[in-house]
């Protein structure tokens, strides 16, 4: 199957500095990249969507400002987290998909656990 | 209420058992997806079903788009299918809803 891949599987940052994660589909071109935040013992939460070549698409109450999508490519997006906090010390998950409007399978990265001090 | 609900919330069953996952919705979907979370996080989409039923080996996923109902069967439980299992329904430009998760333990 199609696999996607995240890097960096975990990081540390202090409070204050930014971090980036980024989102590879390794075997297909991904029209639409999702991310996802899952806090611990909660479900998956849209975060955006993200089609190559546009801007991204913010879930109400996610703020774009703090949350940086480049979706620069076909096979990369990028998530950048600027001046994280303690609060957004989370699990986050990209997933990609072939379509857009269409029921396309989405194929789920390993995730990124950020932990912010 | 969520637009989506899983039930049981925590399932323990013993090896060799069948097993059974439910999933009810209340928006319009164009799918269903049957997602499974290991310990580490990681993500592995079981399936995606839109009508019907679907089987992979010892899973199958039945929906029932007039009642908004999905089920997740696994048969011959193993102790390496305790996992989260996740339904997510999928609305318009793919994006999807996922309920709480399953936290299936399956003792030897």
Known sequence: GAVVSQHPSWVICKSGTSVKIECRSLDFQATTM??????????LMLMATSNEGSKATYEQGVEKDKF?????SLTLS???VTSAHPEDSSFYICSASLGGSLAY???????????VT | KNEVEQSPQNLTAQEGEFITINCSYSVGISALHWLQQHPGGGIVSLFMLSSGKKKHGRLIATINIQEKHSSLHITASHPRDSAVYICAVETSGSRLTFGEGTQ???NP
Do not use: D
């Not at chain 1, 999702?34 to 479900?43: A, D, G, N, V």
């Not at chain 1, 940086?68 to 620069?72: G, M, T």
């Not at chain 1, 399978?105 to 932990?115: A, H, S």
């Open chain 1, 34 to 43: 999702f991310w996802y935040r899952q806090f611990p013992k909660q479900s």
């Open chain 1, 68 to 72: 940086l999508i480049n979706h620069a």
């Open chain 1, 78 to 80: 990028t998530l950048t």
């Open chain 1, 105 to 115: 399978e989405q194929y789920f990265g390993p995730g990124t656990r950020l932990t």
């Open chain 2, 104 to 106: 299936l333990t399956v």
